[in-house]
């Protein structure tokens, strides 16, 4: 199985701040990288696929790159409704795995 | 517009039965593959199951299989989760999960709309 890890675990910036989040696959998934936005209580929304293209409807503060095994997703101005949990997924096989999460909260 | 919602969850004993099912509406569900992700109490999600459009293919993980059956019925666009041999380890939210594509073997399709999601909860 592909085991995917993220840093940090969790982090507080200001509003307006630019955050990134790496995602680490532990072998070459090509782009297959998909990010997801979850807030206390609610479902998951899909942002990024194909490790940077934007979901439908996603505002373009988001941001995803990379290739291979290592990808990051930046929020490039911060806002109090950034606030959730990010989590990537690898969709290159079965079983499809998930990141340990990225908890981001404001200052 | 995409609507997924879940169905059938509640509380169980261990060792007992539950089906999910999932309504689906505002595309072609047959077209589509589905999956099922669970989220424990606090902690991160798990992908639990996938199946094809056709349902001629299914994938589950280690955890669950041989307990977990994925079906789907494309005439009433539902998808259904039937669990059995349950245990306290399986207490979670179960998310209905709409793939990017219809095949699952050999397919890199992303997820792209979710559920809700469904409280199954195990406990004596």
């Known amino acids: 199985d592909i085991q995917m890890t993220q840093s940090p675990s969790s982090l507080s910036a200001s509003v307006g701040d630019r955050v990134t989040i790496t995602c680490r696959a532990s072998?070459?998934?090509?782009?297959?990288l998909a990010w997801f936005q979850q807030k206390p209580g609610k479902a998951p929304q899909s942002l990024i696929y194909?490790?940077?293209t934007l979901q439908s409807g996603v505002p373009s503060k988001f941001s995803g790159s990379g290739s291979g095994t290592d990808f990051t997703l930046t929020i490039s101005s911060l806002q109090p409704e950034d606030s959730a949990t990010y989590y990537c997924?690898?969709?290159?096989?079965?079983?499809?795995?998930f990141g340990q999460g990225t908890k981001v909260e404001i200052k | 517009e995409v609507q997924l919602l879940e169905s059938g969850g509640g509380l169980v004993q261990p060792g007992g039965s539950l089906r999910l099912s999932c309504a689906a509406s505002?595309?072609?569900?047959?077209?589509?593959?589905m999956s099922w992700v669970r989220q424990a109490p606090t902690k991160g999600l798990e992908w639990v199951s996938s199946?094809?459009?056709?349902?001629?293919?299914?994938y589950y993980e280690d955890a669950v299989k041989g307990r977990f059956t994925i079906s789907r019925d494309n005439s009433k666009n539902t998808l259904y989760l039937q669990m059995n041999y349950l245990g306290a380890e399986d207490t979670a939210i179960y998310y209905c999960?709409?793939?990017?594509?219809?095949?699952?073997?050999?397919?890199?399709?992303?997820?792209?709309?979710w559920g809700q999601g469904a409280l199954v909860t195990v406990s004596s």
């Open positions: 999960v709409k793939d990017s594509g219809a095949r699952i073997v050999g397919a890199r399709g992303y997820f792209d709309y």
């Open positions: 505002g595309f072609t569900f047959s077209s589509y593959a």
């Open positions: 199946i094809s459009g056709s349902g001629g293919s299914s």
């Open positions: 072998q070459d998934i090509r782009n297959h």
């Open positions: 194909d490790a940077s």
């Open positions: 997924q690898q969709h290159h096989n079965y079983p499809r795995t």
